[in-house]
Nanobody
């Protein structure tokens, strides 16, 4: 069973920074892609950033402020968030496209973390 655990959320003032981390555990052969989503109160879940072997992509609202990274050897990922604003307040979820090792085969699956709260207010 593959699990993702996020950490690093908290409360900051506008203009502050936070760094979120995502740790994957289990029988993992490869993580094809890792992304971060967020869901604000009263809004739909939104893809914030995604990273694959082809590079990183960001939603327009965070370009220049957020940076996604990953360490393939350690099966971990991070989201560096700078110049945070109140509209960034949301629960942030880590997501991974994982190739899981099974007894006689490998299985590709989509895995979600439980989320970590980010609150930006003065």
């Amino acid at each position: 069973q593959v699990r993702l655990v996020e950490s690093g959320g908290g409360s900051v003032q506008p203009g502050g920074s936070l760094r979120l981390s995502c740790v994957a555990s289990g029988s993992i052969f490869r993580i094809n892609a890792m992304g971060w989503y967020r869901q604000a109160p009263g809004k739909q879940r939104e893809l914030v950033a995604n990273i694959t072997s082809g590079g990183a992509d960001y939603v327009d609202s965070v370009k220049g402020r957020f940076t996604i990274s990953r360490d393939n050897a350690k099966n971990t990922g991070s989201l560096q968030m700078d110049s945070l604003q109140p509209e960034d307040t949301a629960v942030y979820f880590c997501n991974a496209d994982v190739v899981e090792i099974r007894t006689t085969f490998m299985k590709r699956t989509d895995v979600w973390g439980q989320g970590t709260q980010v609150t930006v207010s003065s």
